[in-house]
């Protein structure tokens, strides 16, 4: 499947998501399996392929597409149930590709995935948990960043590339994040990331009912 169509795919689905997400939240949690799985897949072809494992580009799309659809229909029937599950790998894998950096210091790269993993795993419980025992406000903070982060991941490299040029970006990103960070549009998507976030929230809590 053609990239653009994929993206294009993902930026409705995160938008139903950011601003619809507590009206649709069984649709919702159905759009965030789908994102976990993909989330997953790519994460083990990733490491599988530091491993020295090649994958040819046949497997990589069924792996992709057997896990996308596969925990995308597993939390949409079993609903409330796999919340957690879903929020725990999300957050996890979300949290390695985004804030590895913070880890970076650490030398050993297998101590510094189970590290940053680890990380992501305990805020992904604790946030499944709230949001299990949730009030509309919670679910719609939650459906709102989730949709909000499927749509920043589309976004940014399309801004970071095609309008904001990133060289320049870039350098106003190392100013504000240090030098360390590289040129990797870490402060561009947090600023379209909150953007989006905040907007799907404030309407969502308008427009939903109790």
Known sequence: MPDIVISVIAVIAGCLMCFNGYKLFRFSLGIAGAVAGFCLGRFLIKVTGDMGIE????ARIIVLV??????????????????????????????????????????????????????????????????????????????AFVGARVISGVLTPILWSGILQGEYAGIIEQKVLGPDVALNYSLVRILILVAFCAAGFVIQLKTSKK
Do not use: H, P
């Not at 994958?55 to 046949?58: D, L, Q």
């Not at 189970?114 to 406000?137: C, D, E, N, P, R």
């Open 66 to 143: 057997v896990l996308t659809i596969g925990l995308g229909v597993l939390a949409f029937k079993l609903y409330m149930k796999a919340l957690i599950a879903i929020t725990t790998i999300i957050c996890a894998l979300w949290f390695y590709d985004d804030y590895n950096f913070l880890f970076e210091r650490v030398t050993n790269s297998a101590l510094r995935i189970v590290l940053t993993m680890a990380s992501g795993i305990i805020a992904g419980v604790l946030i499944g948990i709230i949001v299990y025992y949730a009030q509309k406000w919670t679910i719609s903070l939650f459906t």
């Open 55 to 58: 994958w040819s580009e046949i």
